[in-house]
């Protein structure tokens, strides 16, 4: 009788070890194009994890952009299905995720996490600006960065000038650096098919953003509309910028690298690219304001959101493998891959970045940018206010409409629709 | 009609039959109809909270379209595709069912090459064009290059380009298809007729003119109908190409339709999109049966 | 040959439109076909210094083509089978009964061929969360079960059907599955063929439909597995890996086309006349 007992309680514990080790699923939407080098680094990280943690499987899910991400989860939620139980969206996305219910709040997590408290004042508080909404807390940084100015040092020290200091400084430096009126070499080059984010540089620089809080935008503010005629002087006076809207995301890059254009502006993101391509000295620094001395920057990248629609049991695991990709010496790894900057306080601080950063001075200025980084547009109903934005900028810069009447139409139509949200 | 004697079993036999296929086009085709009428009349966002439940707003939805000019540059957007898509995919199809129609060597091969984009789907049509279109090594700015054009060579990404370029790609998608549709019209022509004109001394392009098109008037109206339903319906190459963009420019109804509903989560207003769209289908297929009726009296 | 124009100068000009509407698929075929290494900028496409499966080799490894083919032959499998088979029945009984309300019920199903079902994606978004098909195959083809255009095809055909025919199959007294089959459909192969091409032709190719309302790979077909390629995102443009991309959803496609045309061609033409 007895060993019939104990032959039960064996087998109930092997059942029951058995049915518990029923993996947790960790998934992670993340926007890369198909084949970028990111995809090695994060694939590599979660087999580690997996290998460390056997009782969570980590999925990862690679889809286009920013927007597409976002799509994804929104129509996956609204299908009835389970989104991706992580997801890397925009930082400046926080409002329009959480009214529509579609993300959760990282709080609960965070007091049951171990040393969770610490895990977010980690964060540098220029790029929690857009983490906190009704007073909880929806994401945390992960791929942060900021638009910069890079300068082919080179050419700059052969035509014997000095990074520029101003607007006038830059206008005239890249006037100067365009050979045979752009065809063999811009001055520099501005990407603005989705203009809004390296527009703010330009707008912060004349002294005000371009929008205030979630429900105030700025578009028809004297500096702003400055900040428009100043890039449409780029190509028009300085003749130093090919004329209207730029579609040059893709390509500038490469242009930059093959010596096509002696400046472009661009996000950090691309440093490591830029830095393995060029073979000449890169210069990094953050944009000029107008007056002399003035630097702008703005700041860009996607944050980490936990979706909704997922049980107490998988979000923990989810903020587990959070914590372990946000590891300060991951996160320092990640930025020397990539060219984002560092956004923890610690990632920063290990001997290895240092010398990282001593190595890679461009490193150095990219961080420094930061300093002069103002917040991302992130109003409610952000897709729509960035459209009317991106809009009217763009006919302002193709010339279709004077940049005094674009930006008032842009202003008004943004009311217009942030009216629907007071 | 064949009348049989009806028994008690085969009263209820033939709803029986005909209920699956009711059913499902009631389901999928009627119900979703009437849904987006109603729907169109409530203001219903999802990233509001203040409409996140539907509000009744009557036509609320389609005066703020109207209002839009976001949804005007649609409209304009529209008009300048169709313009500038289906005259021209008409007189191509039919100068090649003309040149297709009879006996010549290789045959075959020159339906095949005309015909091919058809089979492929609108996706992969529009990422090849995407490489084709690209500026510099694309073979398309090469070949314009060749006619001495010097305007802007990226097309996609060009404000006043960008609808064209979707438009060519459609050209190139649909204009095998069309001209199938010419080619069995010129087919099946009473030959006696054309032989008769042409005795009487018309010629080249009068006997084509005066004889031949009012012959396939019918044809005519059909393919335009077609072309004309087609061009509002598939819009997976602003997907791959555009995106809609630059600024709106090459935005169509449908994926204005998918942009409002998917990305921006404004159900109401999407619902009024589609209601509009359907309505411009249907009066074109409606038109169309009229004319048609009314030529054949 | 109506218009009087040279033999010549027609197989002239007909080789210069083959020429350019051949050109785009060749250059994809030549752009996949060339080594990753060398930049497009450099040299020319069609001729470059050798050829390389690199591409291929990466589009594989980035995305499960395998089953988004099974996903896409599945899903279109399921129309297809469905439709003609909705589509027989309620053709059969509209051919061979006469019943209170068959024509109302015979133009209910008419308007269907009126209203694009591509417009209705909104509305079949709901009705497909509702029943909680939201990214399945089911979902994908639940939709296009019921077919207005294959039961007029069908329906025409089978009245088509010689009258001595009809009444004999009726007077033989055999049930009425067997007069639809032995009888009806048999004799309908031509319109079979029609809808089973068009239908092929149609959703082997649908876009946005299974974009709306699947999330996964492991049900997407291949319009939407391709399109991930198309997503460039920082790295810039990689025209190799996509028209490698391109090609793996697209030759095989145009192979069968090949072998198949003549049934194709018929298959349009009768999928136009609705």
Redesign the interface.
Same mark, same amino acid.
């Given at each position: 009788m007895k060993r019939l007992a104990l032959l039960c309680a064996v087998l109930m514990i092997a059942l029951g070890s058995g049915i518990a080790a029923a993996p947790v699923e960790v998934s992670l939407a993340y926007p890369v194009a198909v084949d970028a080098p990111i995809t090695a680094m994060l694939k590599a990280w979660s087999q580690d994890y997996m290998a460390k943690n056997p009782d969570v499987k980590v999925t990862l899910i690679f889809s286009g952009g920013y927007p597409d991400v976002k799509t994804a989860i929104q129509t996956a939620i609204q299908g009835g299905a389970k989104p991706p139980t992580l997801a890397v969206m925009l930082a400046t996305d926080v409002y329009d995720l959480v009214n529509a219910k579609f993300v959760d709040s990282l709080d609960d997590l965070v007091a049951q996490a171990p040393a969770g408290a610490a895990f977010v004042k980690d964060f540098l508080p220029a790029y929690m600006g857009n983490s906190y909404y009704k007073g909880k807390l929806w994401s945390v940084p992960f791929q942060r960065s900021a638009v910069v100015l890079y300068y082919n040092a080179d050419l700059f020290a052969a035509a014997k000038l000095a990074p520029p200091k101003s607007w006038d400084e830059l206008g005239k430096d890249a006037q100067a650096l365009t050979v045979d009126g752009g065809k063999t070499r811009w001055g520099i080059e501005i990407p603005t098919e989705n203009p809004y984010w390296t527009f703010q540089p330009l707008a912060i620089g004349a002294g005000k953003n371009v929008f205030s809080d979630d429900l105030t935008v700025n578009f028809n503010a004297p500096e702003v509309i400055d900040a428009v005629q100043f890039y449409l002087d780029l190509s028009q006076k300085y003749k130093a910028t090919p004329p209207g809207v730029q579609a040059s995301w893709g390509t500038s890059t490469q242009n930059f690298a093959a010596g096509k254009t002696a400046m472009i502006i661009h996000t950090t993101g691309s440093l490591a690219g830029i830095l393995k391509t060029a073979k000449f000295k890169v210069g990094v620094m953050a944009v000029p304001g107008r007056k002399i001395g003035t630097l702008a920057s703005v700041t860009g990248g996607g944050n980490l959101y936990l979706t909704a629609g997922h049980s107490l049991e998988e979000r923990k695991a989810a903020f587990a493998f959070a914590q372990y990709l946000l590891d300060p010496a991951r996160v320092a790894a990640f930025s020397q891959a990539t060219g984002y900057i560092p956004h923890r306080s610690s990632a920063t601080a290990t001997a290895e970045f240092k010398a990282w950063m001593a190595q890679v001075p461009q490193a150095a200025d990219a961080v420094a940018a930061l300093a002069s980084a103002q917040p991302e547009l992130a109003t409610q109903n952000l897709n729509g206010v960035k459209t009317i934005f991106n809009n009217y900028l763009q006919a302002a810069f193709n010339g279709t409409q004077s940049p005094t009447d674009a930006m008032n139409a842009a202003q008004n139509a943004s009311n217009k629709t942030l009216a629907d949200y007071r | 009609m064949r009348e049989v004697g009806v028994t008690n079993r085969h009263r209820v036999l033939p709803y029986l039959l005909v209920a699956p296929t009711l059913v499902f086009v009631t389901a999928f085709t009627l119900l979703p109809l009437g849904e987006s009428l109603v729907g169109s009349l409530f203001k219903h966002k999802l990233n509001i909270p203040r409409f996140q439940i539907p509000i009744y707003a009557g036509l609320g939805n389609y005066a703020d379209l109207f209002k839009d000019p976001e949804f005007l540059q649609v409209v304009a957007n529209t008009g300048i595709y169709v313009l500038a898509l289906i005259p021209l995919l008409l007189v191509a199809a039919l100068v090649l069912a003309f040149l297709l129609d009879g006996r010549i060597k290789g045959l075959a091969f020159f339906r095949l090459a005309v015909f091919h984009p058809t089979v492929l789907p609108l996706v992969s049509a529009a990422t090849i064009w995407m490489f084709f279109l690209t500026p510099g090594y694309g073979l398309w700015n090469q070949l314009l290059h060749l006619f001495g054009y010097s305007g802007p060579q990226n097309w996609a990404g060009n404000p006043s380009l960008a609808i064209f370029a979707l438009a060519l790609v459609a050209f190139w998608k649909n204009v095998g298809f069309l001209m199938l549709f010419f080619l069995t019209g010129l087919q099946n022509l009473d030959h006696s007729l054309i032989e008769a004109a042409r005795l009487d001394g018309a010629g080249g392009l009068r006997l084509v003119r005066g004889v031949i098109l009012p012959l396939i008037r019918r044809q005519t109206l059909f393919v335009t109908t077609i072309a004309f339903i087609g061009a509002f319906q598939t819009v997976d190459h602003v997907f791959v190409l555009t995106q809609g963009g630059p600024s709106g420019t090459s935005t169509l109804p449908l994926y204005y339709l998918w942009q409002l509903r998917f990305e921006r989560l404004d159900v109401g207003r999407g619902d009024a999109v589609t209601v509009l769209l359907i309505l411009v289908l249907l009066a074109f297929t409606i038109t169309n049966t009229l004319m048609s009726e009314r030529h054949e009296n | 040959?109506?218009?009087?124009a040279t033999?010549f100068f027609?197989?002239a000009?007909?080789?210069v439109?083959?020429?350019l *509407?051949?050109?785009?698929?060749l250059?994809?075929l030549a752009?996949s076909l060339r080594p990753p290494e060398i930049p497009?900028?450099q040299g020319s496409?069609f001729f470059a210094s050798s050829f390389s499966l690199a591409n291929y080799a990466?589009a594989f490894s980035?995305?499960p083509f395998a089953r988004y083919y099974a996903n896409t032959i599945m899903q279109v499998v399921a129309i297809i089978g469905a439709q003609v088979?909705?589509?027989s029945?309620?053709a059969?009984?509209?051919?061979?009964?006469?019943?209170p309300g068959?024509r109302a019920?015979f133009i209910?199903?008419l308007?269907?061929m009126?209203?694009?079902? +591509?417009?209705?994606?909104?509305?079949?978004?709901?009705?497909?969360?509702f029943l909680?098909l939201?990214?399945t195959i089911p979902g994908i083809a639940?939709?296009?079960?019921?077919?207005?255009f294959a039961?007029f095809l069908l329906r025409q055909s089978f009245?088509s059907l010689p009258r001595d025919l009809?009444?004999a199959a009726?007077i033989d007294g055999c049930r009425?599955d067997q007069e639809l089959r032995n009888v009806y459909l048999a004799t309908s192969r031509a319109s079979v063929a029609a809808i089973v091409l068009s239908s092929l032709?149609y959703h082997?190719?649908d876009?946005?439909w299974p974009?709306?309302?699947t999330?996964s790979d492991t049900v997407r077909p291949?319009?939407a597995g391709?399109?991930?390629?198309?997503? *460039?995102?920082?790295?810039? +443009?990689?025209?190799g890996?996509?028209?490698a991309?391109?090609m793996i959803?697209?030759l095989p496609?145009?192979i069968v086309?090949?072998v198949f045309?003549k049934q194709?061609?018929r298959g349009?033409?009768s999928s136009?006349i609705k």
């Open positions: - | - | 040959m109506r218009i009087r033999p027609r197989f000009v007909l080789l439109v083959a020429a *509407m051949l050109t785009p698929l250059w994809a752009a497009f900028a496409v990466k980035l995305a088979i909705t589509a029945l309620a059969y009984a509209f051919a061979r009964y006469r019943f068959d019920l209910i199903i308007l269907q009126m209203i694009p079902t +591509a417009a209705l994606l909104v509305p079949n978004f709901s009705t497909i969360r909680k939201y990214n639940l939709p296009f079960f019921g077919s207005a039961t009245l009809a009444d009726a009425w032709s082997w190719n876009f946005l974009l709306v309302v999330q291949l319009t391709l399109v991930r390629f198309t997503q *460039m995102g920082e790295i810039g +443009a990689q025209w890996l996509l028209s991309a391109t959803v697209t496609l145009f086309f090949i045309q194709f061609v349009y033409i136009g």
